[in-house]
């Protein structure tokens, strides 16, 4: 199911099924049996309320702009992946922000799995509890990140990762994905205490 090209708010409220309504409108479509979904180009914002799953993904639509998932209604540990692959977790393409429910954050996962081939980098900045933004190392799309609140534990992609750690920036754990790529991490400034634990707190570390 694909939005129009206009700002949209969709609420997902039982098993693939919800709300759609154009933010200039009052019109209010209900949907049902609709596994994956697709905003326009301008801003959408879909927000999940407790019983409601999307089996699918759930595609921002490539407008430039900043496309929001609010889960802060789902208290649960919550899994959510990055990228075109659909596997059982939440799963985002096209998404800019990412928030959830404080609660659980520790016990919840942001997987990063748009890396196309190991020579691909990310860069992830966590600049608050469990919270931060993640981009291109380099190239063209260094500027296109995603931004995310609430998620304690971090998996890179098959390429380089870089975690830059500032203020108050935490993570129960980063995971460096297992690829060929490099783990690099960096603390500046930070005011939490931190321990560095390999093969626990931090995987597939190479440097």
């Known amino acids: 199911m694909q939005g129009v090209d206009q700002g949209n708010t969709w ?23 609709f596994e994956s979904l697709t905003g326009g180009t301008d801003v959408d ?35 959510v992946q990055i990228g075109s692959a659909v596997n059982g977790n939440i799963n985002l393409l096209n998404i800019e922000i990412i928030d959830r429910s404080s609660v659980n954050a520790e016990n919840s996962f942001l997987y990063h799995t748009l890396a196309s081939s190991v020579d691909d980098s990310y860069t992830w900045n966590i600049d608050d509890a469990f919270s931060g933004n993640v981009h291109p190392t380099d190239g063209a799309n260094i500027d296109n990140r995603i931004y995310f609140t609430n998620f304690g534990n971090a998996v890179g992609g098959m390429g380089e990762d870089l975690v830059n750690y500032t203020g108050a920036g935490t993570l129960t754990s980063f995971n460096g994905g297992g690829g060929s790529g490099a783990l690099q991490l960096n603390y500046y400034e930070t005011s939490a205490p931190f321990d560095i634990t390999i093969g626990e707190t931090y995987l597939n570390v190479d440097e």
């Open 45 to 79: 914002t879909f927000v999940y309320f407790v019983g409601g799953s999307i089996s699918g993904l759930i595609d921002g639509n490539s407008g430039g702009v900043q496309d929001r998932v609010n889960l802060t209604a789902i208290e649960a540990p919550t899994n």
């Open 11 to 33: 609420q997902i409220t039982g098993v693939n099924a919800g709300t759609v309504q154009e933010t200039s409108s009052s019109d209010v479509l209900s949907f049902e049996n």
